[in-house]
């Protein structure tokens, strides 16, 4: 039996494309999912695919038989299947590499990740010069045959990109969607192929129906996984201590991005310093504060416990992590909290309301968007602040570094006249912005006013605020090589002599 040279060429380029989409995504939660990255993944599939088309060529002309082609069909398949298992290991080395600043492991990982995606590539894109020599019958009809295929191949390479990206990924996950390409490719090649071959789809539909392996990532502390997901932009997970406190990772697992400490609405890290630099701007609490980048709400939950009148809405790109703040991190208790599931910047420019205080906790190492930095971006804060109103900036940056700090101040300052520091952790810095005056002597005036436990954070900050860095490039739309200059960071951090 022989089966459709059109479907299978159709299918060979949903699963040339969909494979794409899904590398990228295997590799966003070690990585980055910066341009940086879209660039290697897509520079590798091109490559893959023109060697591919090289090889295909001449494989066709030794050998053009309809069963040759099919074989190489199904080592693909196999091959596409093994990504998510293979890649496991290498990945786990590039989130050891994070931690232990190894900039060799973690590039290396990457580059052997993206030769285990062009592998089975190679092989696919072996089947568009291979299906058009057979399909020729005279010179005559070249022309015909080639762009009937080649639109059937694009043509399934568009619908492996919106099955991938719309379907797939998200209501399957990465690691099905390998399997699932992969069981395509299967099924239309053992058409071909002798009664034997069947295992292989019969065993690729076995581990389709498995429930894929977690990612498994370092867990500091002794702490063990009481959640995890693999949600519609990124892995996330919750950890929880033997004492009880609660960590929200993200992807790679290095930063913590919420946290619950049991008994306590404060956190002893950047948190609690949005809770209090608002008074360096103003004598009375928010009336109304918007958080763009909630996470699982430790912000938010302690603004609704020290400021019960202040309105907050809290703004999350991710639903699912705010799904993750109401079960695991208390934050359904904060009285007039409205969350919005958004894109920050596109909902902030639909909406007419302003604030008192604008909270931006978006930027999540190591990859930022650059659109939520930009002099554009900002102009749009300032336009929802009241008077005397400020922006609050959590900057996360490698230990010693100052570069994105440098840059994200230096385009403040192009929007705002008072711009400050507080470096509240040796890895975050806040950044306060206003159109009025920023002052720690107001600042310190507050403190009889707020509750006990804001009193010495309110104290702290007030002797660390100090103007804003000097020396960075304003960013725009049109130019913000934010990627850039944060992997600069990382490069020079890891790769620094250590005593």
Avoid at 61 to 90: E, N, Y
Avoid at 191 to 212: E, H, N, S, T
Avoid at 221 to 249: F, H, K, M, N, S
Avoid at 401 to 414: D, V
């Amino acid at each position: 039996m022989r089966p459709p040279l059109g479907l299978v060429v159709f299918v060979v380029g949903a699963a040339s494309l969909g494979a794409e989409i899904a590398a990228a995504r295997l590799l966003a939660p070690y990585f980055g999912a910066s341009t940086i990255i879209w660039a290697n993944t897509i520079a590798t599939v091109l490559v893959a695919l023109s060697v591919g088309y090289a090889v295909g060529g001449r494989l066709a002309d030794r050998a053009p038989f309809m069963h040759r082609l099919c074989q190489i069909v199904v080592a693909a398949a196999v091959l596409l299947a093994a990504v998510p298992f293979l890649s496991g290991p290498l990945l786990r080395v590039a989130s050891t590499a994070i931690g232990s600043l190894s900039v060799g492991a973690f590039f290396g990982s990457l580059l052997a990740v993206l030769a285990l995606v062009a592998v089975p590539v190679l092989l696919l894109g072996t089947v568009a010069p291979f299906a058009i020599r057979l399909s020729l019958e005279r010179t005559e009809e070249a022309g015909r045959v080639s762009g009937r295929l080649y639109a059937l191949s694009t043509a399934g390479s568009l619908v492996g990109t919106f099955l991938a990206a719309l379907l797939l990924i998200p209501f399957a996950g990465t690691h099905r969607t390998f399997l699932a390409f992969a069981l395509a490719l299967a099924i239309v090649a053992v058409a071909g192929l002798p009664r034997q071959y069947v295992i292989v789809p019969v065993v690729l539909g076995i581990l389709l129906a498995l429930p894929p392996g977690g990612i498994d990532l370092r867990i500091a502390g002794g702490g063990r996984v009481i959640y995890e997901a693999e949600t519609q932009y990124q892995y996330a997970r919750v950890v929880e201590q033997p004492d009880g406190e609660r960590w929200l990772q993200l992807n790679e697992g290095v930063a913590t991005h919420s946290l619950y400490v049991p008994g306590s609405y404060l956190t002893g890290n950047y948190w609690d310093e949005f809770l209090v630099l608002p008074f360096a701007a103003r004598a009375a609490p928010p009336g109304r504060v918007a958080i763009l980048g909630d996470a699982a709400g430790t912000t938010a939950r302690a603004y609704g416990h020290y400021f019960p009148r202040t309105a907050i809405d809290a703004v999350e790109l991710d639903g699912q992590l705010t799904e993750i703040g109401r079960r695991f991190f208390a934050l359904a208790r904060a009285p007039r909290l409205h969350t919005i599931t958004a894109d920050a910047r596109p909902w902030l420019a639909s909406v007419s309301r302003r604030y008192d205080a604008i909270f931006l906790d978006a930027y999540r190492q190591p990859y930022i968007p650059f659109y939520l930095a930009t002099r554009e971006f900002f102009a749009l804060l300032r336009s929802h602040l009241h008077a005397g109103g400020l922006v609050v900036v959590n900057v996360g940056h490698p230990a010693g570094s100052s570069a994105l700090e440098k840059a994200i101040s230096a385009t403040l300052r192009a929007v705002f006249p008072f711009v400050v520091r507080d470096a509240a952790q040796p890895t975050n810095t806040i950044i306060a912005a206003s159109a009025s005056p920023l002052s720690a002597r107001l600042l310190s005036a507050a403190r009889p006013e707020l509750a006990p436990e804001l009193r010495p954070i309110a104290a702290a900050s007030a002797t660390r605020l100090a103007p804003s860095l000097r020396g960075g490039p304003v960013y725009t739309d049109d130019v913000a090589p934010v990627e850039w200059l944060v992997d600069e960071s990382i490069l020079g951090y890891v790769s620094a002599p250590r005593r």
